[in-house]
């Protein structure tokens, strides 16, 4: 797919940047079977991984994720510490009507995206847990003289409800990926000590200053080198500066219309969309997100083998009853689960944030970047202290304070009168 840049409009008088395309195959994502460069130097124990290159033990931790071909996660062993790579993934359909397919694709990715949070956060804050099971088993037996004649029942019923609930933080996307031939989409998501320190500890503090020209070049840069995902958030650093660059991703379906004047307002409504969204996950990875979840499931079954029937089922009377020809055995099972996924992110996004749109070459997808740097920040609170002026008495040397308006007097018969138009307008030929 190709994307194209809609409008790089930059804070602060940057300069402009004409539009270009830029392909989102350029980074190949994972797939099952495929092999590792490297993989030898890793070492996988169960969910561990443990590698000398940092690069080469996500990527094998990636791997075995896509091996399993189930969500799930694995603990990296980095430079900076214990990282956790959580995938999750969600099916999507088909259907005539292309806005019904787009929408329901993106769907899974929000659908992945939270299962993979979910993940992260029983990986780290454990999960709560209650079941029940019970099983009640009963037999009906008659004898008399002549014969015998037996019923027997097992009922199993079982109802297990688990939670889990916390801030997730300093996490970012990995990786994204959309099988078409079956119909599903992936979401990685990774969090180590470097990405929860380089967040949090950078957040409004400028130790160094970086262009925001500069900045926003760097951002153009990584979109046009990588993928754009649809949701999630990353974590750029500066090479000269060494500032760090938080960038939140956000997409919307851009719904097609044969009216062109709808389908012009569609698109507004889409790109309005993506850019909360994108806000959203900047807001999440900087501050932190309430993540919830709730699954549960109840199960019941039944079987057993009846070799008579009561006559009338009401008394149960063992001299009115009707020996069958033939054992009649009984079996059956139902089961009913719900999984419930929620986040919340609440706050106030700092000065400074800038948010870039982008859509798809085919018009389907509206994607946003909002981006964040402690640079940003500083020179959007240092231009809002010089917009206050001296005590916001002044705007630019201007004083806030005037007086009353005036509404008698100002009648003067020599006051100044500039002559207004005056003249021929047509000719006569003309009319």
């Known amino acids: ?109 929000n659908q992945a995206y939270l299962i993979a949070k979910k993940q992260l ?77 380089q967040i949090k500890g950078n957040r409004g503090a400028v130790a160094v200053t970086t262009e925001p020209n500069v900045i926003f070049q760097q951002v ?17 650093t500066n090479a000269d500066t060494g500032e760090v660059i938080i960038l939140g991703y956000g997409s919307a379906i851009a719904r097609q219309n044969r009216n062109s004047n709808v389908a012009r307002k569609l698109k507004g409504v889409a790109k309005s969309q993506s850019q909360t969204r994108a806000r959203s996950a900047l807001l999440a990875t900087i501050q932190g997100e309430k993540v919830y979840w709730q699954g549960s499931f109840d199960e019941k079954q039944m079987e057993g083998t009846k070799q008579f029937e009561y006559e009338d089922p009401y008394l149960n009377d063992p001299q009115q009853v009707k020996i069958l020809e033939e054992d009649r055995s009984t079996f059956l099972n139902q089961l009913k689960t719900s999984d419930e996924y929620s986040t919340v992110a609440k706050g106030k996004l700092p000065p400074g944030v800038s948010v870039k749109s982008f859509a798809s070459d085919d018009g389907f997808w509206q994607y946003s970047v909002a981006v964040y740097a ?38 003067n018969e020599k006051a100044a009168n500039p002559q207004g138009a005056s003249g021929k307008v047509a000719s006569e030929k003309e009319l």
């Open 1 to 109: 797919m190709k994307l194209k840049i809609l409008t790089l409009a930059m804070v602060l008088a940057m300069p402009a940047i004409a539009a270009e395309e830029f392909s989102l195959t350029d980074m190949i994502p994972a797939r099952p079977g495929a092999q590792v460069a490297g993989a030898e130097q890793a070492q996988v124990s169960g969910d561990v991984v443990v590698a000398k290159d940092t690069n080469v033990a996500v990527a094998v931790a990636h791997q075995a994720l896509m091996d399993d071909n189930e969500d799930g996660i694995k603990m990296i062993q980095v430079g900076s510490g214990t990282g956790i790579l959580s995938i999750g993934s969600a099916s999507y359909s088909t259907y005539d009507n292309m806005n019904a397919t787009l929408l329901s694709k993106r769907g899974a990715y």
């Open 121 to 197: 956060i029983e990986n780290m804050k454990g999960v709560e847990h209650q079941c029940s099971n019970v099983v009640s088993a009963r037999m009906d037996v008659i004898d008399t003289g002549v014969e015998g004649t037996a019923n027997e029942q097992t009922n199993m019923m079982e109802a297990c409800t688990e939670s889990v609930s916390g801030s997730l933080a300093g996490f970012v996307t990995y990786d994204v990926y959309d099988n078409i031939d079956e119909k599903g989409v992936r979401v990685s998501l990774i969090s180590t000590p470097k990405t929860r320190s």
């Open 220 to 236: 153009i840069g990584d979109v046009k080198s990588g993928v754009l995902p649809p949701v999630g958030a990353k974590v750029l």
């Open 374 to 411: 402690p640079s940003l920040e500083a020179t959007a609170r240092k231009a809002a202290k010089e917009m206050e002026g001296n005590n916001g008495q002044t705007v630019n040397g201007v004083s806030h304070y005037g007086h009353k308006i005036k509404a008698h007097g100002g009648l």
